[in-house]
């Protein structure tokens, strides 16, 4: 059935006598849609029919459909496909339900009666799992998975919320402002969905979280504690771990926009280490699930040093000394807004 989500086009259930239940999704782009075009599905839907049926034993299909020709070969005689509409106000048109039998002489007249009446449950129950999937899938997208499944617990007051520890990265493109002037708007928006994708697989796969996106910059936290109890170490070296790797990345990105005659984008990042407001701000109809607190404020304004420095990576004195690795002190400076000097760190030279 079709699927509302950034990266698949569609979504397939495969049930296989004595077999394992497979889900796949499809992609969005040509491949998918070239495969697709050769489905039963499709024929009927050009059609505008609802159902259709293949003797697979009498070759039916098989020459048309490579999936027909599949179950073929795997003894299949009879193939039925069922195509039930969704509620209109449903941005999901529909599902697809198809039968193949193995028996020989494919599906009785009994075994048809009993479809027609089981296929109208089974759509229904579809659109209830679609519904519930979909809804998860992109609460999800759009504030990561961690934050999504608190929110569907029921987590959803203005002002609730709870003080945590964690490692908080902030990624900021340097000197973007700039290429606005020379860029239209769509280059711009590939410009950010590249840079953000690196910064996004990097965090993620550290087991940290994307919090927002904030025009070219990034927030993302790694939580201190866990099951375990409090781990300082292990969220920085996680940060950190995303930090380094994140900005190697960036580099061959532009290596090889650079090739490509486009610009060359540079990545600040701050880590520090602290306690935040972890809940939902806002107004009464329109929260925000994110931190807030004095260390993602001292973070924002320690982002402003990397260019006086000249340095792509910063760390707090906080998050240096839980880190584990050897870092380098840089100075004590004021930040805006912050009463007490802060000593900035950089990695040692020879960590790096």
Excluded at 102 to 114: I, N, Y
Excluded at 176 to 195: C, K, M, N, S, W
Aim: a negative charge.
């Amino acid at each position: 059935m079709p699927s509302i989500h950034p990266m698949y086009g569609g979504v397939s259930a495969n049930f296989l006598r004595g077999g394992a239940t497979t889900i796949e999704n499809a992609e969005y782009g040509t491949a998918a849609v070239l495969k697709f075009e050769k489905t039963p599905i499709y024929y009927l839907l050009g059609r505008g029919e609802a159902s259709g049926r293949w003797i697979l034993a009498d070759g039916e299909g098989i020459d048309s459909y490579p999936q027909l020709a599949e179950f073929a070969l795997g003894g299949g005689t009879d193939h039925l496909v069922n195509l039930l509409e969704f509620p209109k106000e449903a941005a999901l048109r529909g599902v697809s339900l198809s039968l193949t039998s193995d028996l020989p002489g494919g599906f009785s007249d009994d075994q048809l009666a009993v479809v027609t009446q089981l296929f109208p449950a089974l759509g229904l129950a579809c659109y209830r799992i679609a519904a519930s999937k979909t809804a998860a899938d992109i609460l999800a997208v759009y504030t990561g998975a961690k934050t999504s499944a608190r929110i569907l617990a029921g987590d959803i007051q203005r002002g609730k919320g709870a003080a945590i520890n964690a490692a908080v990265l902030l990624a900021d493109l340097r000197n973007f402002t700039a290429l606005t002037e020379v860029y239209q708007p769509g280059e711009i928006a590939r410009f950010l969905d590249e840079h953000f994708e690196l910064i996004g697989r990097h965090v993620e796969e550290n087991s940290g979280e994307i919090l927002k996106f904030m025009g070219d910059s990034v927030l993302a936290i790694f939580p201190t504690g866990s099951e375990e109890g409090e781990d300082p170490r292990k969220a920085c070296t996680a940060a950190l771990a995303s930090a380094r790797n994140l900005l190697e990345a960036n580099e061959a990105l532009n290596l090889r926009r650079k090739r490509e005659g486009g610009p060359d984008i540079g990545v600040d990042v701050v880590l520090h280490l602290g306690e935040v407001f972890y809940g939902n701000v806002g107004a009464r109809g329109r929260l925000d699930f994110t931190v807030i607190g004095r260390a993602v404020n001292e973070a924002s304004r320690l982002e402003k040093l990397c260019g006086e420095l000249g340095q792509h990576l910063l760390m707090s004195e906080s998050f240096a000394a839980a880190c584990g690795t050897a870092c380098e002190r840089l100075g004590s400076f004021e930040l805006r807004g912050v009463s007490k000097r802060a000593d900035v760190f950089k990695l040692a030279a020879a960590t790096l």
